[in-house]
């Protein structure tokens, strides 16, 4: 003979849980991918995490994961100085450091504005240091966003960097550009063998390219199939991610510069196809971004992980 507990006590007994489990810091996110580039988005009024719950929140295990977190403004939310603007994202890397730009994150904020206004194909915002406008690059069904930066600033490659680099059979001198963040362009006949886990760590933080040091980029000489491939390692992340934006825009702007051509298709680690090109004096990086999967977040459950 079995007995059947009464759909109240059951009822009760679950709310009991739910009480007992739930904080007043459960925040609803969204996790973001940009080409394998992946994100946990926050949107105010969420509390702002600390550099140590970022870790944890981003953390491959112990948390969502990701290798960074946006922090979304948009309507009443937005500061004074962002009043004109459709929104404004922070963003940290997987560190807890702010940074001031990544390409990547701002295409996927841009696939986020741009989902949530469905009759708007263009939107204006701010990225931690960077004023931003995006667009849909193509029919919207195929999740591309194409991105207006500043066109990215060439800077003099310090000698101890290009004396450093000649020591590895590179095919061309590395170049240095700031595209809101730094990136060292290094260029091989072959990225895929290139040993980025030795070498791109002594590069990035090279006493010679200041106390942040730089993001290392390494790119084909040449063009497969139309496209250069581009390997990123990243500071912050302090290793090789699957896809970097800034760092394709400055290695698309490089490729420009040395062969005269009006765009530039690039493939990243993962896979994926971007294009670089100028227009209207900036520079747009375009490329995919998709919005994968949403929840709720226990940001002190997190924390005390």
Not at 69 to 89: F, I, K
Not at 96 to 108: L, M, P
Not at 280 to 300: I, T
Request: charged share 30%; glycine share 10%; aromatic share 6%.
């Amino acid at each position: 003979m079995t007995t059947r507990r009464p759909e109240g006590d059951a009822l009760r007994s679950q709310s009991a849980i739910d009480v007992r489990v739930r904080s007043p810091h459960v925040v609803p996110f969204e996790k973001l991918d940009g080409a394998g580039n992946d994100f946990v988005l926050l949107r105010a009024p969420a509390p702002i995490p600390d550099a140590e719950m970022i870790r944890r929140l981003l953390h491959r295990h112990h948390g969502i994961g990701g290798d960074g977190l946006l922090y979304l403004r948009t309507g009443d939310r937005l500061h004074a100085d962002d009043a004109e603007l459709d929104a404004a994202a922070d963003y940290w890397n997987s560190d807890g450091g702010r940074a001031e730009y990544c390409g990547n994150g701002a295409r996927c904020v841009a696939a986020v504005l741009l989902g949530d206004r469905a009759d708007n194909d263009t939107v204006r915002f701010r990225l931690s240091d960077v004023l931003v406008r995006a667009r849909r690059d193509g029919d919207a069904r195929e999740g591309r966003y194409a991105v207006a930066h500043p066109i990215p600033r060439r800077h003099d490659c310090p000698s101890e960097i290009i004396g450093l680099a000649s020591t590895l059979g590179l095919l061309e001198p590395p170049t240095l550009f700031d595209s809101g963040v730094p990136h060292l362009v290094l260029v091989t006949e072959d990225p895929r063998s290139f040993d980025l886990e030795r070498w791109a760590p002594i590069f990035r933080s090279h006493p010679s390219l200041g106390a942040a040091g730089a993001n290392v980029d390494i790119v084909s000489a040449k063009p497969t199939e139309g496209r250069f491939f581009v390997r990123t390692f990243e500071r912050g992340v302090e290793g090789e991610t699957l896809a970097c934006g800034s760092g394709l825009l400055a290695v698309g702007t490089h490729l420009r510069a040395r062969d005269g051509d009006r765009s530039v298709t690039l493939q990243s680690a993962s896979g994926a196809v971007f294009r670089v090109w100028e227009e209207d004096s900036d520079a747009y990086l375009a490329g995919p971004a998709r919005r994968v999967f949403h929840g709720e977040v226990d940001l002190d459950a997190t924390g005390r992980a």
